[in-house]
Nanobody, 124 residues
Framework: QVQLVESGGGLVQDGGSLRLSCAAS????????MGWFRQAPGKEREFVAA????????YYTDSVKGRFTISRDNAKNAVYLQMSSLKPEDTAVYYC?????????????????WGQGTQVTVSL
């Protein structure tokens, strides 16, 4: 079993920055990728970014490329999402996710583990 604990969400102005953190615990050796999804009110959950290490790769949804950066701290079993140039369209609940898939996490995948979600609100 793997547990994910998120932090870093909050309220920020248009153009501002936030850094989300996700700490994993438990059987972390069984996961090979971690990342982030988000869900805005009235919309379905969408993939945002992923960091995979067994098969090294990163993925970003097109709308955040150049603005968001995902990183990993292996020693802390944590991943981070540095978000800059935030837009109101980025407002959503952001969920950390971890995957047991040997190829890691990527768009369209179904992670086995989820965090509780953290609210990110970008004001005009």
């Amino acid at each position: 079993q793997v547990q994910l604990v998120e932090s870093g969400g909050g309220l920020v102005q248009d153009g501002g920055s936030l850094r989300l953190s996700c700490a994993a615990s438990g059987r972390t050796s069984s996961v090979f990728g971690m990342g982030w999804f988000r869900q805005a009110p009235g919309k379905e959950r969408e993939f945002v970014a992923a960091f995979n290490w067994l098969v090294p790769s990163t993925y970003y949804t097109d709308s955040v490329k150049g603005r968001f950066t995902i990183s990993r701290d292996n020693a802390k079993n944590a991943v981070y999402l540095q978000m800059s140039s935030l837009k109101p369209e980025d407002t959503a609940v952001y969920y950390c996710a971890a995957s047991k898939n040997i190829l890691g996490l990527r768009p369209g995948s179904s992670p086995e583990y989820w965090g509780q979600g953290t609210q990110v609100t970008v004001s005009l």
